[in-house]
């Protein structure tokens, strides 16, 4: 009986706890990843262009 009264206390904690975030600087690297994907696809792209293909 103890143990399903902690086992409830513990959900009851979980239930109440704010989203947690992501760690700090998370967004800004993703964000720097997706920027030099594109970069990288413009050049691409041009490159493409300037030989004419």
Do not use: F, K, N, Y
Not at 21 to 32: D, K, L, T
Request: hydrophobic share 35%; glycine share 8%; charged share 35%.
């Amino acid at each position: 009986m103890a143990t399903w009264s902690e086992l409830r206390g513990i959900v009851r904690w979980l239930l109440r706890r704010p989203d947690s975030r992501p760690p700090s600087g998370v967004g800004q690297r993703h964000q720097a990843a997706e920027q030099e994907a594109a970069r990288r696809r413009l050049l691409d792209q041009a490159e493409r262009l300037r030989d004419g293909a």
